[in-house]
């Protein structure tokens, strides 16, 4: 692996901090991912990937930058990629995933706060991620209150600029949230100094498309008995999608795509026939959660399916292809977006509709629902959602946690029992 000290240096990173985080992800990525057995051959790019995902996918964001391309840090699926393109800017998400950052953040930020806020500002805060040092400017939106509080302190940081997601999806939220994209468009124009043409639009709207595609093509396999991958393996491929180049990304999934076909023709899979299904629904896994997943798969189950925003809301339902104006480009954006079923909304009977869809689609055998500690809008809806699940007979479990290690043996004992209960 290439020396990226240099670099890091140029960049202002805490060095000592930033070595003691890889140094020590490393072991914990030995453990988690590469101990499994019958991975697919096509992992092997996810893997490199994500070793690389501080060191060479950065330097080719500071290429990229040097050639005029504007690098733009998002925090929620709800920033169109196919704008922030279409005016030769990169998208690259930037929530945080990590415990290590949290105690920076908790120096001026309340504790009592949702970890994935806490981590981006700490790594923001205390220079220990490049993630927060290459982009030209972050963009924030207006979901949840923790959110939309804390982008104003990373204004005193970082250029910043926020999206206003409206509350609900009703006529006057659907106009606000059309103006809000148009606003978006002229933003990415006035960065960039390119003009958005509906042709630079249709363009990366096919691209973004295909991309979504792929992705719903590796959880299409994942619907199989048995699943011919991992859920730990299918988390990473959807936690890559928020750093990695977008062609050559679509590429990769394919790939595997490709290979995970034959596994599911042969009947080959990475565990036996009849392990149970789980779906993990709720809160998104920023890189590099893991834990669930792991102690999920670690007490024999698996997990075939996560209705997240790292998952089936990143890339269920397309925009629309074709349309000949760039207003109704626009739109069909707009359209898109506003069907992520995000709890922020209020009602949101779409997500239960959805939850119960992937429930049948993927034959769930049991589901857990996941908050992050502190998120008041996902652990809320769990008593819509739970509702939902008991009138259909659905085996549920809640897990509230963090990014921390301290409740992992609670959290194992109590998946344990789970799998005992539906096995
Ligand atoms: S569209 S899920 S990516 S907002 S977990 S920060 S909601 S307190 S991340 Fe999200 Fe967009 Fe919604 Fe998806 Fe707040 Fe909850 Fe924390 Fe959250």
């Known amino acids: 692996m290439e020396d990226y000290h240099g670099m890091w240096a ?7 901090r930033h070595d003691e985080f890889l140094d020590g992800l490393g072991p914990v990525y030995q453990e988690i991912y590469l101990s499994q057995k019958f991975r697919p051959k096509g992992m092997e790019y996810f893997d490199f990937i994500t070793s690389e995902v501080h060191g060479m996918r950065i330097k080719e964001l500071l290429e990229l930058k040097e050639k005029g391309h504007r690098i ?4 929620c699926v709800y920033v169109p990629e196919e704008i922030v393109m279409a005016a030769n800017g990169v998208w690259v998400g930037v929530c945080g995933g990590a415990q290590f950052s949290i105690p920076d953040a908790e120096k001026i930020l309340p504790r009592n706060l949702c970890p994935l806020v806490k981590s981006a500002f700490g790594f923001m805060e205390a220079k220990t991620s490049p993630y927060y ?12 209150d923790g959110k939309k509080k804390v982008w104003e302190i990373f204004e005193n940081y970082v250029p910043f600029y926020t999206m206003e997601i409206p509350n609900s999806k009703g006529h006057v939220g659907k106009k606000l949230w059309l103006e809000e994209v148009i606003k978006f468009k002229e933003k990415m124009e006035m960065e960039s100094g390119i003009s958005i043409t509906p ?4 363009e990366k709207i096919l691209a973004v498309n295909r991309k979504r595609k792929a992705l719903a093509r590796l959880f299409d396999y994942r619907k199989a008995n048995p699943p011919p991958i991992s859920g730990k393996d299918a988390l990473l491929v959807s936690q890559i999608a928020y750093y990695d180049d977008t062609h050559r990304f679509t590429e990769k999934v394919n790939t595997i795509c490709d290979e995970l076909e034959k596994r599911v023709r042969k009947g080959v899979g990475v565990v036996e026939k009849g392990t149970p299904r789980i779906m993990i629904s709720g809160c998104p896994f920023a890189l590099p959660f893991w834990k669930i997943h792991h102690a999920v798969e670690s007490a024999g189950a698996i997990v075939v399916c996560e209705e997240s925003c790292v998952g089936t809301r990143y890339f269920n339902n397309l925009v ?4 000949p104006t760039l207003k109704g480009k626009l739109k069909a954006i707009a359209d898109r977006y506003l069907k992520i079923n995000c709890s922020c909304f209020t009602p949101n009977e779409e997500r239960i509709k959805e939850i119960a869809q992937c429930i049948e689609d993927f034959r769930i055998d049991g ?19 739970r509702e939902a699940l008991k009138r259909i007979g659905m085996p549920v479990l809640e897990i509230e946690t963090d990014y921390g290690e301290q409740d992992i043996g609670q959290l194992q004992t109590r998946i344990e029992a789970f799998m005992e209960q539906i096995s």
């Open 367 to 385: 589901v857990i629902l996941f908050s992050l500690q502190f998120c008041l809008t996902y652990s809320i809806e769990c008593v819509k959602v």
């Open 199 to 202: 042709e630079r639009l249709e």
């Open 133 to 144: 040092q290459v982009p030209d400017f972050f963009v924030g939106e207006t979901t949840c």
């Open 10 to 16: 140029e960049l202002g990173l805490d060095l000592e």
């Open 320 to 323: 629309d292809e074709g349309c």
């Open 72 to 75: 733009v840090g998002t925090f």
